[in-house]
């Protein structure tokens, strides 16, 4: 088993090697707006998992999805040439799920600071339902 290190070193070429792969090797249209953004390599060195986000619609992911899947064994052989290792690790396409959380936690934190401001606005006009101090303090008792 190969140390964590040199894992995520090779991880991190990893990403280089397909990102730039898939600028400048592939002609496909559908992988135009494909970004990598994360690699993580089993600690046997055997298989990478590639992480990606797709700018547009649902269909483009899906587009893109297929695409990476026909260009799998290219860009294995790619980063094969490159990484210059006995073995080269088989190559898994993810859809990276980062801009789709942070949009709704975007959302919600939007709405949580819209209900801040109300709440501010209706402390702003609160009166007491009786007295401002309701208790009995023991120097008023005496007088």
Do not use: C
Request: no cysteine; aromatic share 4%.
């Amino acid at each position: 088993m190969a140390d964590s290190a040199r894992a995520l070193k090779l991880a991190g070429t990893i990403k280089k090697i397909v990102a730039r792969a898939l600028q400048t090797e592939f002609t496909d249209p559908r992988l135009t707006f494909v970004t990598v953004t994360d690699v993580r390599v089993t600690g046997d060195l055997q298989q990478a998992s590639v992480f990606y986000t797709v700018l547009g619609s649902d269909a483009d992911r899906a587009d893109a999805a297929r695409a990476l899947e026909r260009a799998k064994g290219r860009l294995r052989s790619l980063v094969g040439g490159q990484l210059g290792i006995r073995l080269t690790p088989s190559l898994e396409f993810h859809l990276d799920a980062v801009p789709e959380t942070a949009a709704s936690l975007d959302r919600a934190l939007h709405e949580a600071h819209v209900r801040d401001e109300e709440l501010k606005r209706l402390r702003e006009n609160a009166r007491y339902a009786g007295e401002e101090d309701p208790y009995r303090h023991p120097d008023e008792d005496e007088a």
